[in-house]
């Protein structure tokens, strides 16, 4: 994929505004990265103008013509979603973030309501509200040039892009990067569990955790430096930190579950995919 130029910002249709749907729409909506555009979801409560919310597929405008139906549903609603939404889709980009469903399920599932569309794959994560996502992404053979751009534009808005050659590896975008986030809030829940179960108050065991987590990733994204180095400058020989790291470096520790933990992510979005 080459780099954008000045393409208009694309009107949405977004299908689907929970978790990762919401936090995408809220990182667009804050840095007008796109036209006028709708939301498609029974939860959302209202979306600012000039954009419209749409409770049911009949609340769309009839003639609303999106340049991307963003698909935002869980795997398992996909079909459904696409059956609901299909007099909005011929001839569109469909941009999908769910995990596992294939560029080719997607296009045949269009196919079957009458609707020709190309697809293009985006793994992104949630810090995405906050323009702090990051993102892989793979765009069909057929999708075209502006439209590759237009979507690489609209992943840009709320973080890093990292186009992906092979379809195959969202899988593993997935279990790294889509699924990522939840590793690191769970670090940050161990971390406070552990202060709490050993006496510190509990609001203090929360700042020390959560600005930890925080500030090391600030630290790791304004620094040039590899994370093994940064981990080495807390690191003094014999020390406390090199006490800790040894229970957690341990073979069987960390290198272990991390490994078993992509392996594990990454087969369920395969099997996602079948
Ligand atoms: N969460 C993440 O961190 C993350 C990261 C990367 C990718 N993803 C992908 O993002 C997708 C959504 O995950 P999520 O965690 O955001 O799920 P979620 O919080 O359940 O959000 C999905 C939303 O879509 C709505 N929806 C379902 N069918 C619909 C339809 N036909 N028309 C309109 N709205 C519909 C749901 O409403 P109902 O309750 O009415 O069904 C819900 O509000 C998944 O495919 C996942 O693989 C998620």
């Known amino acids: ?18 978790n990762m749907g919401g936090a995408l729409w809220d990182g667009w909506r804050e840095c ?19 954009h419209h919310l749409a ?12 340049d991307f139906v963003v698909l935002a549903v869980k795997p398992a609603k996909a079909e459904d979603a696409i059956a609901l939404i299909s007099s909005c889709l011929d ?4 941009l999908s973030v769910m995990a596992g ?27 995405a509200s906050i323009g702090q996502g990051v993102t892989g992404i793979f765009a069909d053979h057929d999708v075209s040039p502006t439209r590759r751009e237009q979507a690489l534009s609209l992943l840009r808005a709320v973080g890093g892009v990292a ?43 929360r700042l020390l955790a959560r600005g930890t987590v925080s500030g090391a ?12 180095v940064l981990r080495e400058n807390v690191t003094s020989p014999n020390g406390t930190t090199a006490r800790a790291l040894s229970c ?14 992509i392996t594990a992510a990454a087969e369920r979005a395969a099997e996602l995919a079948r």
């Open 101 to 127: 469903r294939s560029c080719a399920s997607l296009r045949e599932a269009a196919a079957r309501h009458g609707a020709t569309v190309s697809v293009v794959r985006a793994m992104p994560n949630t810090p």
């Open 163 to 205: 186009p992906v050659t092979h379809e195959r590896q969202l899988d593993l975008v997935t279990a790294i990067s889509g699924s990522g986030p939840a590793y690191v809030f769970l670090l940050a829940e161990l971390l406070e569990k552990a202060g709490i179960d050993r006496g510190l108050p509990p609001e203090t065991a």
């Open 91 to 94: 001839g569109t980009t469909l």
């Open 248 to 261: 957690l470096m341990a073979p069987n520790a960390w290198p272990a579950s991390i490994d078993e933990a």
């Open 32 to 50: 007008d990265a796109i036209a006028p555009s709708v939301v498609l979801d029974r939860h959302r409560a209202s979306v600012p103008t000039p």
């Open 55 to 66: 409770r049911t597929p009949q609340d769309i405008p009839p003639d609303f013509r999106p």
């Open 217 to 228: 990733g600030a630290l790791l994204a304004a620094s040039s430096a590899e994370s093994h």
């Open 1 to 18: 994929m080459t780099h954008a130029v000045n393409l208009p910002p694309p009107a949405l249709l977004l299908v689907g505004c929970g």
